[in-house]
């Protein structure tokens, strides 16, 4: 089960990636820096907030996990 600082740590290195995509994206679209990089800070803002909540609720759901056997030998 992973901690919520691990899962805040995945989520914001992601976005960091996610935010460079999606300035390039909006200025190559666009050609205005300025206009691109505040489209990207409030994309992270959302996505990073959503992208957290969506680690936490699937970290509560056992599909695809293993069980740890009852007992060790």
Known sequence: ??????????????????TVITAAIVYGATGELEFAASIGLADTAVKLGVYFLHE???NRIPYGRMREPEYYI
């Open 1 to 18: 089960m992973e901690t919520p600082r691990r899962s805040f740590a995945k989520a914001l290195s992601w976005r960091m990636f996610a």
């Open 56 to 58: 936490r609720l699937w």
